[in-house]
Protein backbone atom coordinates (compact mmCIF):
# COMPACT_ATOMS: atom_id res chain seq x y z
CA UNK A 1 0.00 0.00 0.00
CA UNK A 2 2.90 2.02 0.69
CA UNK A 3 4.30 1.77 -2.06
CA UNK A 4 1.11 2.83 -4.55
CA UNK A 5 0.81 5.70 -2.60
CA UNK A 6 4.36 6.52 -3.62
CA UNK A 7 3.61 6.18 -7.03
CA UNK A 8 -0.12 8.02 -6.67
CA UNK A 9 1.22 11.01 -5.50
CA UNK A 10 3.64 12.66 -7.94
CA UNK A 11 1.22 11.84 -10.44
CA UNK A 12 -1.56 13.09 -8.84
CA UNK A 13 0.40 16.31 -8.03
CA UNK A 14 1.53 16.11 -11.89
CA UNK A 15 -2.39 16.39 -12.71
CA UNK A 16 -3.22 19.27 -10.87
CA UNK A 17 -0.09 21.38 -11.48
CA UNK A 18 -1.51 21.31 -15.15
CA UNK A 19 -4.22 23.40 -14.66
CA UNK A 20 -2.37 26.20 -12.93
CA UNK A 21 -0.75 29.03 -15.69
CA UNK A 22 2.67 28.22 -17.34
CA UNK A 23 5.15 30.19 -19.11
CA UNK A 24 6.48 28.98 -22.26
CA UNK A 25 8.96 30.45 -24.24
CA UNK A 26 8.10 29.20 -28.53
CA UNK A 27 11.86 29.78 -30.43
CA UNK A 28 12.23 31.42 -33.02
CA UNK A 29 15.50 30.15 -35.29
CA UNK A 30 18.59 31.99 -33.42
CA UNK A 31 16.30 34.98 -32.53
CA UNK A 32 14.79 36.06 -28.90
CA UNK A 33 11.48 33.63 -28.59
CA UNK A 34 8.11 34.66 -28.17
CA UNK A 35 7.12 34.37 -24.46
CA UNK A 36 3.81 32.98 -24.03
CA UNK A 37 1.27 32.44 -20.93
CA UNK A 38 -1.01 29.63 -21.25
CA UNK A 39 -3.78 29.66 -18.65
CA UNK A 40 -5.32 26.18 -18.89
CA UNK A 41 -8.41 25.56 -17.76
CA UNK A 42 -9.79 22.17 -16.80
CA UNK A 43 -11.31 19.67 -19.06
CA UNK A 44 -10.93 22.75 -21.58
CA UNK A 45 -12.59 22.36 -24.94
CA UNK A 46 -10.69 24.49 -27.49
CA UNK A 47 -7.35 27.32 -26.56
CA UNK A 48 -7.46 31.02 -28.19
CA UNK A 49 -4.46 32.64 -28.26
CA UNK A 50 -4.56 36.28 -27.30
CA UNK A 51 -2.96 38.88 -29.35
CA UNK A 52 -3.21 42.37 -28.10
CA UNK A 53 -2.97 45.93 -30.05
CA UNK A 54 -0.54 48.57 -30.05
CA UNK A 55 3.28 47.58 -30.11
CA UNK A 56 2.25 44.07 -29.13
CA UNK A 57 5.03 43.71 -25.74
CA UNK A 58 3.61 42.42 -22.87
CA UNK A 59 6.63 42.21 -21.00
CA UNK A 60 5.61 38.85 -19.20
CA UNK A 61 7.81 37.92 -16.82
CA UNK A 62 8.93 34.92 -15.87
CA UNK A 63 6.17 34.21 -13.46
CA UNK A 64 4.06 35.18 -16.29
CA UNK A 65 3.03 39.11 -14.56
CA UNK A 66 2.91 42.07 -16.58
CA UNK A 67 2.19 45.61 -16.08
CA UNK A 68 0.32 45.69 -18.55
CA UNK A 69 -3.30 46.98 -18.74
CA UNK A 70 -4.39 45.19 -21.92
CA UNK A 71 -7.94 44.37 -21.93
CA UNK A 72 -6.61 40.77 -22.88
CA UNK A 73 -4.58 40.98 -19.39
CA UNK A 74 -7.58 42.23 -17.52
CA UNK A 75 -9.16 39.59 -18.58
CA UNK A 76 -7.23 36.39 -18.54
CA UNK A 77 -9.29 34.65 -15.95
CA UNK A 78 -12.47 34.64 -17.48
CA UNK A 79 -11.67 31.80 -20.56
CA UNK A 80 -11.74 29.12 -18.08
CA UNK A 81 -15.08 30.00 -16.82
CA UNK A 82 -16.20 28.24 -20.14
CA UNK A 83 -14.05 25.86 -20.21
CA UNK A 84 -11.50 27.12 -23.18
CA UNK A 85 -7.78 27.68 -22.20
CA UNK A 86 -6.17 30.67 -22.59
CA UNK A 87 -2.93 31.80 -24.14
CA UNK A 88 -1.41 35.63 -23.53
CA UNK A 89 1.10 36.11 -26.79
CA UNK A 90 4.17 38.40 -26.01
CA UNK A 91 6.63 39.43 -28.28
CA UNK A 92 10.37 40.42 -27.64
CA UNK A 93 10.43 43.52 -30.47
CA UNK A 94 7.82 46.27 -30.48
CA UNK A 95 5.38 46.01 -33.72
CA UNK A 96 5.15 49.43 -33.69
CA UNK A 97 8.65 50.28 -34.81
CA UNK A 98 9.16 51.45 -37.93
CA UNK A 99 6.47 49.76 -40.46
CA UNK A 100 3.02 49.90 -38.62
CA UNK A 101 2.40 46.66 -41.41
CA UNK A 102 5.15 44.77 -39.39
CA UNK A 103 2.94 42.34 -37.89
CA UNK A 104 2.13 41.27 -41.92
CA UNK A 105 6.07 40.39 -42.56
CA UNK A 106 6.86 36.98 -42.56
CA UNK A 107 8.87 36.92 -39.76
CA UNK A 108 6.05 37.72 -37.55
CA UNK A 109 3.51 35.76 -38.95
CA UNK A 110 5.94 32.46 -39.10
CA UNK A 111 6.35 33.18 -35.47
CA UNK A 112 2.72 32.98 -35.48
CA UNK A 113 2.57 29.83 -37.04
CA UNK A 114 5.35 28.49 -34.31
CA UNK A 115 3.17 29.39 -31.60
CA UNK A 116 0.03 27.73 -33.25
CA UNK A 117 1.80 24.72 -33.83
CA UNK A 118 3.34 24.63 -30.51
CA UNK A 119 0.38 25.19 -28.54
CA UNK A 120 -1.78 22.54 -31.45
CA UNK A 121 0.72 19.66 -30.47
CA UNK A 122 0.88 20.49 -26.86
CA UNK A 123 -2.76 20.62 -26.13
CA UNK A 124 -4.40 18.51 -29.10
CA UNK A 125 -7.38 21.15 -28.92
CA UNK A 126 -9.02 23.04 -31.36
CA UNK A 127 -6.71 26.69 -32.03
CA UNK A 128 -8.78 29.99 -32.00
CA UNK A 129 -6.90 33.10 -32.92
CA UNK A 130 -8.10 35.95 -31.55
CA UNK A 131 -6.70 39.58 -32.04
CA UNK A 132 -7.22 43.06 -30.45
CA UNK A 133 -6.57 46.29 -32.72
CA UNK A 134 -3.51 45.92 -34.10
CA UNK A 135 -3.80 42.20 -32.98
CA UNK A 136 -6.44 42.02 -35.68
CA UNK A 137 -3.54 42.36 -38.65
CA UNK A 138 -1.80 39.30 -36.77
CA UNK A 139 -4.62 37.67 -36.83
CA UNK A 140 -6.32 38.34 -40.09
CA UNK A 141 -3.31 38.19 -42.28
CA UNK A 142 -2.13 34.57 -40.90
CA UNK A 143 -4.93 33.30 -42.58
CA UNK A 144 -5.21 35.40 -45.83
CA UNK A 145 -1.34 34.68 -46.68
CA UNK A 146 -1.59 31.32 -46.49
CA UNK A 147 -4.39 28.64 -47.41
CA UNK A 148 -2.43 26.29 -44.87
CA UNK A 149 -2.68 28.28 -42.28
CA UNK A 150 -6.73 27.62 -42.07
CA UNK A 151 -6.09 24.09 -41.79
CA UNK A 152 -4.41 24.55 -38.20
CA UNK A 153 -7.33 26.22 -36.70
CA UNK A 154 -10.98 26.17 -35.52
CA UNK A 155 -11.60 29.91 -36.14
CA UNK A 156 -10.91 33.45 -35.98
CA UNK A 157 -12.12 36.58 -34.18
CA UNK A 158 -11.21 40.35 -34.43
CA UNK A 159 -12.14 42.65 -32.00
CA UNK A 160 -11.44 46.55 -31.95
CA UNK A 161 -10.96 45.99 -36.27
CA UNK A 162 -8.03 48.34 -37.41
CA UNK A 163 -8.88 49.96 -40.17
CA UNK A 164 -6.72 48.42 -42.71
CA UNK A 165 -7.74 44.37 -42.41
CA UNK A 166 -9.86 42.86 -44.54
CA UNK A 167 -10.58 38.95 -44.61
CA UNK A 168 -10.02 37.11 -48.07
CA UNK A 169 -13.15 35.60 -49.21
CA UNK A 170 -11.37 32.01 -49.69
CA UNK A 171 -11.49 32.10 -46.00
CA UNK A 172 -13.57 29.90 -44.75
CA UNK A 173 -12.81 29.62 -40.95
CA UNK A 174 -16.02 30.51 -38.48
CA UNK A 175 -15.29 34.43 -37.88
CA UNK A 176 -16.58 36.22 -35.10
CA UNK A 177 -16.42 40.24 -35.23
CA UNK A 178 -16.45 42.20 -31.98
CA UNK A 179 -16.65 46.19 -31.63
CA UNK A 180 -17.42 48.68 -28.74
CA UNK A 181 -20.66 50.60 -30.63
CA UNK A 182 -18.69 53.61 -29.20
CA UNK A 183 -15.38 53.03 -29.63
CA UNK A 184 -13.82 56.41 -30.86
CA UNK A 185 -10.16 55.67 -32.15
CA UNK A 186 -9.81 56.74 -35.71
CA UNK A 187 -8.30 54.01 -36.66
CA UNK A 188 -10.17 51.32 -35.06
CA UNK A 189 -13.63 52.81 -36.57
CA UNK A 190 -17.11 50.75 -36.05
CA UNK A 191 -17.13 50.59 -39.98
CA UNK A 192 -14.33 48.50 -40.49
CA UNK A 193 -15.85 45.46 -38.91
CA UNK A 194 -19.22 46.21 -40.27
CA UNK A 195 -17.78 46.27 -43.46
CA UNK A 196 -15.75 43.30 -43.22
CA UNK A 197 -18.89 41.44 -42.12
CA UNK A 198 -21.31 42.79 -44.99
CA UNK A 199 -19.04 41.37 -47.14
CA UNK A 200 -18.66 37.81 -46.15
CA UNK A 201 -19.42 35.11 -48.50
CA UNK A 202 -22.92 34.40 -47.42
CA UNK A 203 -22.40 30.37 -47.31
CA UNK A 204 -19.31 31.17 -44.44
CA UNK A 205 -20.27 31.19 -40.66
CA UNK A 206 -19.61 34.79 -39.43
CA UNK A 207 -21.35 37.03 -37.34
CA UNK A 208 -21.02 40.53 -36.09
CA UNK A 209 -21.30 41.33 -32.32
CA UNK A 210 -21.57 45.39 -30.84
CA UNK A 211 -20.96 46.01 -27.74
CA UNK A 212 -22.01 48.60 -25.55
CA UNK A 213 -21.61 50.38 -22.16
CA UNK A 214 -18.54 50.17 -19.32
CA UNK A 215 -16.21 53.19 -18.89
CA UNK A 216 -13.44 55.30 -20.87
CA UNK A 217 -10.98 56.92 -19.25
CA UNK A 218 -7.72 58.45 -21.24
CA UNK A 219 -6.47 57.88 -25.01
CA UNK A 220 -9.62 56.88 -26.79
CA UNK A 221 -7.53 54.34 -28.15
CA UNK A 222 -5.89 53.19 -25.31
CA UNK A 223 -6.67 49.95 -22.91
CA UNK A 224 -9.14 51.38 -20.49
CA UNK A 225 -11.43 53.26 -23.02
CA UNK A 226 -14.28 51.95 -24.70
CA UNK A 227 -11.74 50.86 -27.56
CA UNK A 228 -10.24 48.50 -24.82
CA UNK A 229 -13.67 47.32 -23.33
CA UNK A 230 -13.09 48.99 -20.12
CA UNK A 231 -15.98 47.30 -17.58
CA UNK A 232 -17.42 44.95 -19.94
CA UNK A 233 -14.39 42.76 -19.85
CA UNK A 234 -16.95 39.74 -18.88
CA UNK A 235 -19.35 40.49 -21.50
CA UNK A 236 -15.96 40.56 -23.99
CA UNK A 237 -15.10 37.14 -22.93
CA UNK A 238 -18.72 35.94 -23.05
CA UNK A 239 -19.47 36.49 -26.12
CA UNK A 240 -16.11 34.99 -27.48
CA UNK A 241 -16.24 32.20 -25.85
CA UNK A 242 -19.93 31.34 -26.61
CA UNK A 243 -19.15 31.56 -30.11
CA UNK A 244 -16.11 29.24 -30.09
CA UNK A 245 -18.29 26.84 -27.56
CA UNK A 246 -20.62 26.09 -31.04
CA UNK A 247 -17.81 24.66 -32.96
Known amino acids: MNIVKKILLPMLLCLSFSIYPQVFDIPYKTDAPNRTLLLPAENAKAVVLLFPGGGGMLR ?3 DGK ?3 THTFVRSKNEWAKYGISAVLVDTPYDLLSGDRNIRRISDHQQRVENMVQFYKDKL ?3 IWLFGHSMGTVSASEF ?3 EKEHQQL ?6 AGTFKAVTIKKDVELPLLIIHHEEDSCIST ?5 KNIFENRPTNQISKLVLLHGGTSSGDVCGALSHHGFEGIEGEFVKT ?3 FISLY
Open 60 to 62: LKD
Open 66 to 68: TNN
Open 124 to 126: NLP
Open 143 to 145: VNQ
Open 153 to 158: LAGIIL
Open 189 to 193: PVSRS
Open 240 to 242: AAE
